[in-house]
């Protein structure tokens, strides 16, 4: 298959959505311009049409690799970080399939890199976890309306997920026309280093704690 033709599935997808897949070169490309952030295991990545994730699975890649780095030696720590660089990556995309491609990709990277580590000895409560996450994080809808595509008209909502206290997860959910609007924070003197105006986003949603074994629904 040559490269051209790799980066389609067919005409009709192109014609009907514009749909064209970034080649692998050119990802990691860009991800060099950021390398830094591209390896924070905390660090937040969107693609607002991420196909079946050829910008998102080198992102994760990244990321797991410095989590195995740094926390190999313990299974718990490296279960709790590498479910925060998993949650870290976000996608949206108008078709359907590729929502499902691209958890699927994710997943297995995710599984590979936890196995290669771990062994026999991988959770299964840890792996539920991790398909809860991507089932929040990467979503079928249309970024430019920012509503789901699934005909219900509601608004796509994503999930942010914050380690606290070691174990504890905090889970707040938000819209994403919240998060890309400008909304100055008003109150008392919240400011960004920039000295402008703070954006606070309100939650539509938040969670109690939970373990981060604890998170699969």
Excluded at 88 to 97: A, C, K, M, N
Excluded at 147 to 170: H, Q
Excluded at 174 to 199: I, V
Aim: hydrophobic share 35%.
């Amino acid at each position: 298959m040559t490269e051209q033709s790799s980066q389609i599935k067919n005409k009709k997808r192109v014609a009907d959505h514009g749909e064209v897949f970034t080649h692998e070169r050119e990802v990691q490309a860009m991800l060099d311009l950021v390398e830094h952030e591209s390896f924070r295991i905390d660090s937040r990545f969107l693609e607002p049409a991420c196909g079946d994730g050829n910008f998102l699975a080198p992102v994760l890649k990244r990321k797991l690799e410095r989590v195995k780095q740094r926390y190999v030696r313990s299974q718990s720590d490296f279960e709790r970080n590498s479910l925060i660089a998993l949650s870290s990556v976000y996608g949206v995309d108008i078709l359907e399939d590729n929502v499902e491609a691209c958890r699927s990709r994710l997943f297995g990277i995710y599984d590979t890199t936890y196995a290669e580590a771990f062994g026999e000895s991988t959770r299964a409560d840890c792996l539920n976890a991790a398909r809860t996450i991507l089932s929040k994080n990467i979503l079928w809808g249309d970024a430019l309306s920012m509503l789901r595509a699934d005909g219900s008209g509601d608004p796509i909502v994503f999930t942010e997920w914050t380690a606290v206290n070691g174990r504890k997860i905090k889970r707040r959910e938000y819209t994403l026309a919240n998060l890309l609007a400008y909304q100055p924070f008003e109150g008392e003197s919240l400011f960004s280093d920039l000295g402008e105006q703070a954006f606070i986003p309100k939650p539509v949603r938040e969670y109690p704690l939970v373990d981060y074994l604890e998170l699969a629904e």
